[in-house]
């Protein structure tokens, strides 16, 4: 019991979580915005995401990236509605009678201006609020998560790709630390005051210092041997591409079994099973042309497994609105949406982690510098 007790008390120290529980939970949350199309229950997962990210962030540079992501989803929501009012033409009740620009013949069906009606708007505000809310999920996960661990946390086959990837995910985080070393340095000099002159002057650092870290990057990158991969049979090699071949036909006739209700059900689930098994013994074949070990690699503890179950609940939750409340998960135009019990609180099952996860580690403190002998041991 004292051991049971003193594990649960060493991952509650302050540390990172494990990246890829960070993923698990903001995809949930981004796949219940997928699942609805009501403005309160997306404003209600910008909070959740707000509240989570605000509680467990730490002090690392793409931590800082959150508002950014803000910005983003404010934009799309913005560029959605304006392209609502420029070549919307649903009927209803007209707000502002605006001046049709007339078009060609041959562009047929679609039309410049005219009236703007409530319901191309609240369209419009619809659609561009659910995809920056997955966007807001997306920032949520790239300013908690750590992208070198979720890197190290891969699987070998996966290694390649996920490089690439993990580069264009922390684009936007490095961007914003150049932006904030810039302006920071410029404050301590005087210059320029013209706008023109100080956009020069911030831009070009700016895209120096991103430049630096890039060579930086590919000269780490080649010290270390990337790229590198062992000799592999024949024989493996084809077998490899077969499982993988057929994971992807198994997945694809699976999927459309499942959207397709026509399909017998046990049909759908053996092609999916059968895909996924393919997938990962075709991965695991696959790893063994990566050469590459992991020092001291990430574990999951209970903290880890807590945060992604809360953001498999999120999905559920929003399956289920969506299949069997389907007047609140997509509500009209012409009518105020509503909200129901079961609706928020698969919503705010997304709140868990800012209870369940261990506070951030301090800025120097890396996540695994003490051993779990020795923290046990600080906790005894």
Not at 84 to 101: K, N
Not at 155 to 182: D, K, M, W
Not at 327 to 332: E, M, N, Q, S, T
Request: proline letters at 6%; a positive charge; hydrophobic letters at 55%.
């Amino acid at each position: 019991m004292n051991k049971l007790l003193r594990t649960a008390a060493v991952a509650r120290l302050p540390r990172d979580l494990h990246p890829v529980a960070w993923w698990v939970w903001a995809i949930g949350l981004a796949a219940y915005a997928s699942f609805t199309t009501n403005p309160l229950l997306l404003l209600l997962l910008v909070g959740v995401v707000t509240l989570v990210v605000v509680a467990r962030r730490g002090e690392q540079p793409w931590a800082k990236a959150f508002r950014l992501y803000l910005g983003f989803a404010l934009f799309i929501v913005v560029t959605r509605v304006f392209f609502r009012v420029l070549l919307g033409a649903v009927p209803g009740h007209v707000l502002i009678d605006l001046p049709e620009i007339p078009l060609p013949e041959w562009v047929l069906g679609i039309r410049l201006l005219g009236p703007l009606t409530r319901e191309a708007l609240l369209a419009g505000l619809y659609d561009g609020m659910r995809l920056g809310v997955i966007v807001v999920c997306v920032g949520a996960a790239n300013a908690l998560a750590n992208p070198k661990r979720l890197l190290r946390s891969l699987p070998p086959a996966l290694y390649e790709i996920g490089t690439a990837v993990v580069v264009a995910v922390t684009v936007l985080p490095q961007l914003a630390e150049s932006v904030q070393r810039v302006r920071a340095a410029q404050r301590l000099r005087a210059g320029a005051t013209s706008r023109v002159r100080r956009l020069r002057r911030f831009l070009v650092p700016v895209l120096e210092d991103a430049l630096e870290r890039s060579m930086a990057l590919a000269a780490g990158m080649d010290t270390r041997g990337y790229g590198r991969t062992a000799g592999v049979a024949a024989g493996t090699r084809r077998v490899t591409s077969g499982l993988m071949l057929a994971s992807l036909v198994g997945l694809c006739v699976g999927v459309y079994a499942v959207l397709d209700g026509t399909t017998p059900g046990w049909l759908a689930a053996t092609m999916v099973v059968l895909g996924v098994a393919a997938a990962v013994g075709g991965l695991i074949l696959a790893g063994r042309r990566v050469t590459r070990t992991v020092y001291r690699p990430d574990r999951w503890r209970w903290p880890e497994v807590v945060v992604a179950v809360s953001g498999l609940l999120v999905v559920a939750g929003g399956w289920w609105v969506s299949r069997y409340q389907v007047p609140i998960a997509y509500p009209g135009v012409s009518t105020a949406p509503a909200v129901s019990l079961a609706a928020m609180a698969g919503v705010l099952a997304g709140l868990i982690p800012a209870i369940a996860a261990p506070a951030p580690a301090a800025t120097g403190q890396t996540a695994t510098a003490p051993t779990a002998s020795a923290r046990e041991e600080a906790v005894a």
